[in-house]
């Protein structure tokens, strides 16, 4: 069974930077696609960015992009989500999720595409 486990989540004030990290277990990940998603509170998951493994393609959703970068690390199994330039309007809980077989890392990077497994999150709180 795939497992994924986030962290690094925190408190910065505006204009600081994270690095959130989602680690795979149960799987090498081979041939999924690997996303970061995110919630606010009182509003609905949003995506932000995507990656392939298998092909290292990525994708940020235009809004994140110059302040959010994501890479991976294939030995450690670990997929980061580097958060630069924080604003208070990039608080809330950071998800990672698994898809099986997509090859387009912008269908990994929509809420409403099927991934196959979720993290439990890491909260990112940024103050004014």
Known sequence: EVQLVESGGGLVRTGGSLRLSCVVSGSTFDGY????FRQAPGKERE?????????????????MRGRFTISSDNAKNTVYL?????????????????????????????PAYGMDYWGKGTLVTVSA
């Open 82 to 110: 580097q958060l630069n330039s924080l604003k208070p309007e990039d608080t809330g809980i950071y998800y990672c999720a698994a898809a099986q077989g997509v090859m387009v890392p912008y269908y990994c990077s929509d």
């Open 33 to 36: 696609g690997i996303g970061w």
């Open 47 to 63: 995506g932000v960015s995507c990656i392939i493994k298998k092909t290292g393609d990525t994708y940020v959703a235009p809004s």
